[in-house]
């Protein structure tokens, strides 16, 4: 397992390194030991998995108000996507960046994504199945989002005219998050 350091605190890039056979391949996708080193040190509540059955999909840009913010651990099983995550975090010296990186199951790659971060990610393959445990319980109530497509961010997705739900359609702006929420403010 290699674990990457990005220009976003507490981001990383793990890639898990299979063992391959004549039958296959096996692979650890998480080992408390290792995360500790990195001080990654989230208790997964849920797990959860989706499927985008056309390329060109984008789902997201999504998170969750305090005091149900959650951290995650992206992976993908099957295809390919282009993720996309947003810093919310209030005094954050990367709040108001995304950082973005390709995962594909052969990349091998996973995000943890840490709390106050909106998640999102645009599918690059047919049938693409994502993976992904958080560490706090799903809470409707507290849901949010910023569109896909904001101009202030600008950001560089790989498509023109993605795919995209009625729902993802009409989150946020920054500009109306920020006047409305200011950030995402974390417990110490």
């Not at 052969?106 to 943890?112: A, F, P, R, T």
């Amino acid at each position: 397992m290699k674990i990457n350091k990005t220009d976003f605190s507490e981001v990383l890039e793990i890639t898990v390194l299979p063992v391959m056979d004549s039958r296959g391949f096996f692979v650890r996708t998480y080992d408390k030991e290792i995360f500790a080193k990195y001080k990654i040190g989230h208790t997964w509540v849920q797990e959860n998995k989706s499927l985008t059955k056309k390329a060109g999909t984008i789902r997201g840009l999504h998170f969750q108000f305090p005091p149900f913010t959650e951290a995650k651990l992206v992976s993908v099983l099957n295809g390919k996507i282009f993720d996309v995550i947003l810093d919310l975090r209030s005094g954050s010296d990367t709040f108001g960046q995304y950082y973005s990186t390709v995962i594909s199951k052969e990349n091998n790659k996973s995000l943890i994504v840490p709390r106050g971060f909106a998640h999102g990610f645009c599918s690059l393959e047919d049938n693409t199945e994502v993976c992904y445990k958080v560490d706090n319980y799903y809470h409707p109530q507290s849901e949010g989002g910023i569109v896909w497509d904001d101009s202030t961010i600008n950001i560089q997705w790989p498509i023109d005219n993605p795919i995209i739900s009625s729902k993802d359609k009409n989150l946020f702006t920054f500009r109306d998050f920020v006047l409305n929420h200011n950030s995402i403010k974390l417990k110490d």
